[in-house]
Antibody, heavy 122, light 107 residues
Framework: EVQLLESGGGLVQPGGSLRLSCAASGFTFINYVMGWVRQAPGKGLEWVSI????????FYANSVKGRFIISRDNSKSTLYLQMNSLRAEDTAVYFC???????????????WGQGTTVIVSS | DIQMTQSPSTLSASVGDRVTITCRAS??????LAWYQHKRGKAPNLLIY???SLQSGVPSRFSGSGSGTEFTLTISSLQPDDSATYYCQQYNSYSPTFGQGTKVEIK
């Protein structure tokens, strides 16, 4: 079955760290650009970060630049998001996404995980 | 960053109605635009990519049009299962952005 399965969410204090994982299955992971999109409570979707298939091209939203690190292990078909210096405004459901259709710069996401919830609170 | 503005924010329509959602970009994005359907508690679902290409498996009552800065998503005959929030997304830059969403309710 083709799927993305996120894990690693939870409750963390402001200033703390958390690492999210996304296990991919059912497709050739190394062939795809992967990323993260989040949705804060009561808000819309917000793009967070993407990483190219070879791990070379990495881009971040300004809101997380310098605090979050995206990475991937193609041998394990797994995507990661290391989140440091967490703030209350990082509270959200984090979705792992696969880029299916690209402009050559970035793309549309043809596959989404179910999401993992991160709550930043003291 | 390129700003995406959707209208309306919410709409209520009857089963069988034709529904149109508009998305405007703050600068030209050619046709690098996608539409997603998001139901509460579920993963968002890609409906349209490259402004007008229907994603595999998506019902043909969904269609997209536009280029440059103005885009529309049309549902030709609204069905009960279409109750959801719809988002546009531009991917013409290294900082993709989403619209704020349009909540579609069934009367």
């Amino acid at each position: 079955e083709v799927q993305l399965l996120e894990s690693g969410g939870g409750l963390v204090q402001p200033g703390g760290s958390l690492r999210l994982s996304c296990a991919a299955s059912g497709f050739t992971f190394i062939n795809y650009v992967m990323g993260w999109v989040r949705q804060a409570p009561g808000k819309g979707l917000e793009w967070v970060s993407i990483i190219r298939s070879d791990g070379d091209g990495i881009f971040y939203a300004n809101s997380v630049k310098g605090r979050f690190i995206i990475s991937r292990d193609n041998s394990k078909s797994t995507l990661y998001l290391q989140m440091n210096s967490l703030r209350a405004e990082d509270t959200a459901v984090y979705f792992c996404v696969r880029e299916g259709y690209s402009s050559g710069i970035c793309g549309a996401y043809d596959m989404w995980g179910q999401g993992t919830t991160v709550i930043v609170s003291s | 960053d390129i700003q995406m503005t959707q209208s309306p924010s919410t709409l209520s329509a009857s089963v069988g109605d034709r529904v149109t959602i508009t998305c405007r970009a703050s600068q030209s994005i050619s046709n690098w635009l996608a539409w997603y359907q998001h139901k509460r508690g579920k993963a968002p679902n890609l409906l349209i990519y490259r402004a007008s290409s229907l994603q595999s498996g998506v019902p043909s009552r969904f269609s997209g049009s536009g280029s440059g800065t103005e885009f529309t998503l049309t549902i030709s005959s609204l069905q009960p299962d279409d109750s959801a929030t719809y988002y546009c997304q531009q991917y013409n830059s290294y900082s993709p952005t989403f619209g704020q969403g349009t909540k579609v309710e069934i009367k």
